[in-house]
């Protein structure tokens, strides 16, 4: 079995920043995509950013140039450094990542990200 984990959600000023992390545990031979959601209220989950183990990324056009993904494989964490938060990325971000040996992918529980003056 195993477990993601996300932390550091909150609330931030309009301009501010934030750092996620999502570390996971348990049975794991190896990671390859990691990835960062949200899910607005009233509306669909969406991609926010991935990487693969070699470090590739990808971001939403909404947040690129402003938020930066990153992983530690030596560890099995991911982050997301959010800059410049405006009231739109207000949502809960949930972290999600694929585990090969185990032919499935698994999600956080979600951390709020709350963005407001």
């Known amino acids: 079995q195993v477990q993601l984990v996300e932390s550091g959600g909150g609330l931030v000023q309009p301009g501010g920043s934030l750092r996620l992390s999502c570390g996971a545990s348990?049975?794991?031979?190896?990671?390859?995509?990691m990835g960062w959601y949200r899910q607005a209220p009233g509306k669909q989950r969406e991609l926010v950013a991935s990487?693969?183990?070699?470090?590739?990324?990808n971001y939403a056009d909404s947040v690129k140039g402003r938020f930066t993904i990153s992983r530690d494989n030596a560890k099995n964490t991911e982050y997301l450094q959010m800059n410049n938060l405006k009231p739109e990325d207000t949502a809960v971000y949930y972290c999600?990542?694929?585990?090969?040996?185990?032919?499935?992918?698994?999600w956080g529980q979600g951390t709020q990200v709350t963005v407001s003056s």
């Open positions: 348990g049975s794991i031979s190896s990671i390859d995509v």
């Open positions: 999600k990542a694929n585990f090969p040996g185990l032919g499935r992918d698994y």
């Open positions: 990487i693969t183990s070699g470090g590739r990324t």
